[in-house]
């Protein structure tokens, strides 16, 4: 009677969690949550120890290995049993030597990824405006055997209703006229110089390509009108197979837990600085939000898989890697939502990719939180793009999620060159992401209904048709429909 006495009341107290934490709106979970991450949040101080004693996170290189295993750290030590390393092999890049010279006078500049092992090339430079299919198009010879120079955004004195292409679609374009050689220049004032992929595919270009600044590339430009110009470009890179792993640490669901919801950021950056707004601001506030689950004991409906992804900024390689694997093992359909967090910081609202069923879930969702700070302004948006570790699962039909940051738009400016250092990021900010980001993700892995699902094949490609993102992925060799 004595045990049977014990029992009952072990159920009972059970019973009576349940019964309140259910009976809890979601107003006053979010307080909670909001109280907990604001007093507790390590998003800042874990980024700040990783810049401190990492530096840059690139992908197969020492530093990268050693951020992989930081991540895993921080999951255990914020309480996760299930972290695992899910491990890939890809053939990465890693820059060696460059310089430029232009009509005999050295030029700063900096190699674009993938750029080759080795090159050497000497041509005239051909001014090709914004780079686009376009400025090819009244003379698609204009680039044979010569160096193609454009500007990596859209030209101020450009006509109207111009979509700017991808550094590296612009990069695959000048490859197909023929081009022996790339020259892009940066549209940051102050000399910042930009690095990042020019491949489209991740793999190796037979041509090389470089990054100027915005004061040099304009005064070239200038020149081109009235006179001649010859570059000679020189370089040396590496490029190897290596072993490198995304981090994954998961929540089960409570009662759906064969159905997953993904929130990922990648871990990854490149080598001239520690990549904290690319991506340290996402990435570190996913491990954040990861704590804040546990912190606040939330055990949503579905499973949350919360991923450190690498390789994104070489081609998307760990989140290739981890869809291929759930196509390959049939999981791919138990990931209902991919939520990625890009630069992203400071949201004020939410965008959702994919075909909605329920905008507003999201609206009321987004009204929650606004309950909680009104400097989340709820705006919504439903529109998808590229280059970035949500493609790959947007690409299979899977609905995607992320925010609507509100940024020092200057901080940008540093984006894949040699001043994304810690010194940009702001505790505020890369907190708030926390806050919101974790409201949002349990709101979503804790639905009734699921504000969408996954779109089959036919409705994939009519999504990204939609988003005018056919031309690109055509360019990026990701177009998977027959026409």
Not at 159 to 179: D, P, Q, V
Not at 296 to 301: D, G, I, M, S, V
Not at 446 to 461: F, G, R, V, Y
Request: overall charge negative; some cysteine.
């Amino acid at each position: 009677m004595k045990k049977l006495g014990i029992l009952l009341i072990i159920a009972f107290i059970t019973f009576s969690c349940a019964k309140e934490e259910k009976a809890l709106s979601n107003a006053e979970l979010f307080a909670k949550i909001d109280t907990e991450i604001k007093a507790n949040s390590q998003a800042y101080k874990d980024l700040k120890v990783a810049s401190e004693t990492i530096g840059h996170r690139l992908t197969g290189s020492e530093n990268g290995a050693k951020a992989e295993t930081f991540a895993y750290n921080k999951f255990k030590e914020y309480g996760f049993d299930d972290v695992v390393y899910q491990p890939f092999a890809v053939e990465a890049w890693s820059r060696g030597d460059v310089s430029l010279e232009i009509d005999g006078n050295d030029t700063k500049v900096v190699t674009l990824g993938h750029s080759p092992v080795e090159a050497k090339v000497t041509g005239n430079i051909v001014d090709m405006g914004n780079g686009l299919e376009a400025d090819y198009a009244a003379n698609p010879d204009a680039v044979k055997g010569k160096i193609a120079l454009m500007y990596i955004g859209i030209l101020p004195d450009s006509g109207e209703g111009l979509t700017n292409l991808h550094r590296s679609e612009k990069s695959a374009i000048a490859i197909k006229y023929g081009a022996i050689g790339i020259i892009i220049i940066n549209q940051v004032d102050n000399g910042v110089l930009l690095t990042g992929t020019a491949s489209v595919t991740g793999a190796l270009l037979p041509i090389p390509a470089m990054c100027i600044g915005k004061e040099d590339g304009m005064a070239l430009k200038e020149k081109l009108k009235t006179s001649s110009s010859t570059a000679t470009i020189s370089m040396t890179n590496n490029s190897s197979m290596i072993n490198a792993r995304n981090v994954v640490a998961t929540i089960k669901g409570s009662e759906i837990p064969e159905e997953e919801i993904v929130i990922g950021g990648h871990l990854d950056s490149w080598d001239l600085a520690t990549g904290a707004i690319d991506n340290g601001i996402g990435s570190f506030a996913v491990i954040d939000i990861a704590r804040a689950f546990q912190a606040n004991n939330l055990k949503p409906k579905r499973t949350v898989k919360f991923v450190m992804f690498m390789g994104e900024e070489q081609g998307l390689f760990g989140s290739r890697h981890m869809v291929a694997e759930a196509v390959k093992e049939g999981s791919i359909d138990k990931i209902k939502y991919m939520m990625n967090l890009d630069m992203a910081g400071n949201p004020v609202g939410m965008n959702a990719g994919g075909q909605l069923n329920d905008e507003k879930f999201f609206t009321e969702l987004g009204a929650t939180i606004q309950q909680q700070d009104s400097i989340f302004k709820n705006s919504f948006s439903n529109r998808s793009g590229l280059h970035s570790d949500h493609q790959p699962f947007m690409l299979e039909g899977v609905p995607i999620l992320s925010v609507h940051s509100n940024l020092d738009r200057s901080i940008y400016g540093c984006y894949h060159s040699d001043c994304d250092d810690f010194d940009l990021v702001n505790e505020e900010h890369i907190t708030n992401t926390a806050r919101f980001g974790t409201m949002i993700l349990y709101g979503l892995a804790n639905a009734e209904t699921l504000p969408a699902t996954k779109m089959d094949s036919e409705t994939t490609k009519e999504f990204m048709i939609k988003n005018n993102l056919k031309e690109k992925l055509i360019i990026g060799g990701d177009w998977k429909w027959e026409e």
